[in-house]
């Protein structure tokens, strides 16, 4: 009676022994594969996706543009996430005697799928003139295709002399820099 109470205290002990090398494994085991704890606290077995890449793209144009013309852009575009069209221009000094009202521009743009969005602005005087359309398609990403740009001066405001209302100098166009700059996510 005596060996075999001590027996079973001795295979009473082997399975503590067993279960304490099990949960060693177990654990160890987590560790390698990868599993943790989430926020929420349940145990999750595979590793969090790797987080999205940012690829940027870029092209910039410049041009002249002639008071009531436009320049049309058939463009190429890469896969975009986001695809930010900015136009800028600076109007001509004429010098500290002359005050040279705004140029207003306008910018239209219509994406892969027919989606078109203009803006119109005028800049300030004797400051940078900006326009900015945003073409934002997260979480999704449209495709590489065929956008088109329309960029328009539809008024170039004259120069006039400080303190003489009727003394003026004609300005009938503008430079403008156009950039396109294409962010994606994959
Ligand atoms: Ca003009
Ligand atoms: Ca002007
Ligand atoms: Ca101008």
């Known amino acids: 009676m005596r060996i075999k109470r001590d027996n079973r205290?001795?295979?009473?002990?082997?399975?503590?022994?067993?279960?304490?090398?099990?949960?060693l494994v177990v654990n160890v085991a987590f560790f390698?594969?990868?599993?943790?704890?989430?926020?929420?606290?349940?145990?999750?077995?595979?590793?969090?996706?790797?987080?999205?890449v940012r690829y940027?793209?870029?092209m910039?144009?410049?041009?002249?543009?002639?008071?009531g013309n436009s320049t049309f852009y058939n463009l190429t575009l890469n896969k975009t996430s986001i695809c930010y069209?900015?136009?800028?221009?600076?109007?001509?000094?004429?010098?500290?005697?002359?005050?040279?009202?705004?140029?207003?521009f306008s910018l239209e743009v219509t994406d892969p799928i027919n989606e078109t969005e203009r803006e119109e602005e005028e800049n300030e005087i004797g400051k940078e003139g900006r326009i900015e359309i945003i073409f934002?398609?997260?979480?999704?990403?449209?495709?590489?295709?065929n956008w088109s740009l329309n960029v328009t001066l539809e008024e170039a405001g004259d120069s006039w002399a400080v303190g003489v209302?009727?003394?003026?100098?004609?300005?009938?166009?503008?430079n403008y820099t156009l950039e396109i700059n294409m962010v994606d996510f994959r």
């Open 85 to 104: 069209i900015n136009l800028s221009w600076e109007d001509e000094d004429h010098g500290g005697m002359w005050e040279n009202e705004p140029d207003r």
């Open 60 to 67: 910039t144009f410049e041009g002249n543009q002639s008071e």
């Open 136 to 145: 934002d398609y997260q979480p999704y990403s449209m495709f590489p295709g």
């Open 9 to 23: 205290g001795y295979s009473d002990k082997i399975e503590v022994l067993m279960i304490a090398v099990i949960v």
């Open 165 to 174: 209302p009727s003394v003026g100098i004609e300005d009938n166009y503008c």
């Open 32 to 52: 390698y594969v990868g599993g943790y704890f989430n926020e929420k606290g349940s145990v999750t077995l595979f590793p969090a996706p790797d987080p999205l």
């Open 56 to 58: 940027e793209s870029n």
